[in-house]
């Protein structure tokens, strides 16, 4: 059973627009939310979180939404960039548990 | 920031010996460290939690006896992949936290192939 399941296997996005990329969670204990960007045979590194008391997030190009009602965030980048290609995770936490991850979103930024 | 490094960063091995992934902190402490397994094109799925000083908590379906983890210090943990067959190739992945839930941080990964 997927507690954090990301959909969406893949995304292609021009440079300059937006991509956004999506989570929903089912464990209604996670409080805290976070992205991680992996490039290949790489671990991941930190790029944005959410505490589940707040509903928005941001920090430079990135923007994390929470949505606890439907359990749902997201993930705005925007102007996306060629760097910015790279698998995302979405990963969960609940107190003390470790982290719970998605399945990734590998995101295709075109020049 | 925090840094975790992990070592090596690739292996090959014959099928039935045995590979060491070591996983250190190099400038905190850590009294738990994780170890993830990825498949490709899957989730980093959590294998065993490595506690200082006691015995890791493995996850279920995770066999102990062949993954063998150590952690005998607070700034190392080690991942024993024993007697390894083809199917334990995968990218395994360790990391540690420090301070609040943010604070994870993740070593560099270890690709094992087993021929």
């Known amino acids: 059973d997927q507690q954090v399941k990301q959909n969406s296997p893949s995304l292609s996005v021009q440079e300059g627009r937006i991509s956004i990329l999506n989570c929903d969670y089912t464990n209604s204990m996670f409080d805290y939310f976070l992205w991680y960007k992996k490039y290949p045979a790489e671990g991941p590194t930190f790029l944005i979180s959410?505490?589940?008391?707040?509903d928005k997030n941001e920090d430079g190009r990135f923007t994390v939404f929470l949505n606890k009602s439907a359990k749902h965030l997201s993930l705005h980048i925007v102007p996306s960039q060629p760097g910015d290609s790279a698998v995302y995770f979405c990963?969960?936490?609940?107190?003390?548990?470790?982290?719970?991850f998605g399945k990734g979103t590998r995101l295709s930024v075109i020049a | 920031g925090a840094v975790v490094s992990q070592h090596p960063s690739w292996v090959i091995c014959k099928s039935g010996t045995s590979v060491k992934i070591e996983c250190r902190s190099l400038?905190?402490?850590?009294?738990?460290m994780f170890w993830y397994r990825q498949f490709p094109k899957q989730s980093l799925m959590l294998m065993a939690t490595?506690?200082?000083?006691?015995?890791?908590?493995?996850e279920q379906g995770v066999e102990k006896d062949k993954f063998l983890i150590n952690h005998a210090s607070l700034t190392l943990s080690t991942l024993t992949v024993t007697s390894a067959h083809p199917e334990d190739s995968s990218f395994y992945i360790c990391?540690?936290?420090?301070?609040?839930?943010?604070?994870?941080?993740f070593g560099s990964g270890t690709r094992l192939t087993v021929v």
């Open positions: 959410i505490s589940s008391i707040k």
């Open positions: 990391s540690a936290r420090l301070g609040t839930v943010a604070g994870y941080t």
């Open positions: 400038d905190f402490q850590a009294t738990t």
């Open positions: 490595s506690n200082e000083g006691s015995k890791a908590t493995y």
């Open positions: 990963a969960a936490s609940g107190g003390n548990t470790p982290l719970v």
